[in-house]
């Protein structure tokens, strides 16, 4: 199989980088606590490199890598992590060199045989492998009834079918390694309603229902989302809780 992947962000990179959760501080503690050193971390599918930014403050260098070089352009710069564009199944890294491998919300598109032969390559003895997605978001339940509506019927027929594993939590991903039992982890945001809409456009599926139909599904769920919302600039909690999958090389 070649070394193509299916390229659902390059068009959404700038939204991205603006509009995409950060992850919680408590969750790279908790990683770096298990690898077996901090030197070196691989970041694989970086995006816009929220994760790598995170590793960044326990390992001596990260080495952040995306199939997309538009995703890599938005990527914020810090001084310990290198951005390269590579597929997740040829890593530019040498063997037996790495502590931790991560990826967040992108293992669901790989091919997961070649990844794992390659995460098995570069990770050093006890190294660890890393994956995670997270739920859909919860905010309030008058907000919710309407997001869920808008995930299941006004864009359910666009997403591509890995995102079923997204749904399950990666419970159903296949995962051939000794698995670590990880804490109860989530996302947290204050958000506006414009940033609420920010990021439903950074959904693959929205980006397929425009490019299929022609129209906007985030501009006609922007009316009953206010509805739902009340002041548009009142600040409000988000959460999304975490899956992980985490396994010892």
Known sequence: ?????????????????????????????????????????????????QAALGLAGHFDRVVATDASADQLRRAAAH?????????????PLAGGALDLVTVAQAAHWFDLDRFYAEARRVLRPGGVLALWTYD???????VDAVFGRFYRDAVGPWW??????VETGYRELPFPFPELAPPALEMTA????????????????VKRCR??????????????????W????????????????????
């Open 136 to 142: 859909l978001l919860a905010i309030d339940p008058a």
């Open 211 to 228: 490019e299929a139909t022609g129209r906007d599904p985030v501009a006609g769920v922007a009316g009953p989302l206010r509805e739902a």
């Open 1 to 49: 199989m070649s070394n193509h992947f299916p390229d659902h962000f390059s068009a959404l990179a700038e939204g991205y980088a603006r509009h995409r959760p950060g992850y919680p501080a408590a969750l790279f503690d908790w990683l770096a606590a298990r690898a077996p050193g901090r030197a070196l971390a691989w970041d694989c599918a970086t995006g816009s490199g």
């Open 190 to 205: 204050e958000w506006r309603l414009a940033d609420l809409l920010g990021y439903l456009g950074t959904w693959s599926a």
């Open 160 to 165: 591509p079918p890995e995102r079923h594993h």
């Open 79 to 91: 001084p310990r992590v290198h951005y390269a564009a590579a597929a997740a199944e040829a890593a």
């Open 230 to 249: 009340g002041e548009p600039e009142t600040p409000r909690p988000v959460r999304w809780p975490l899956h992980l999958r985490v396994g010892v090389a």
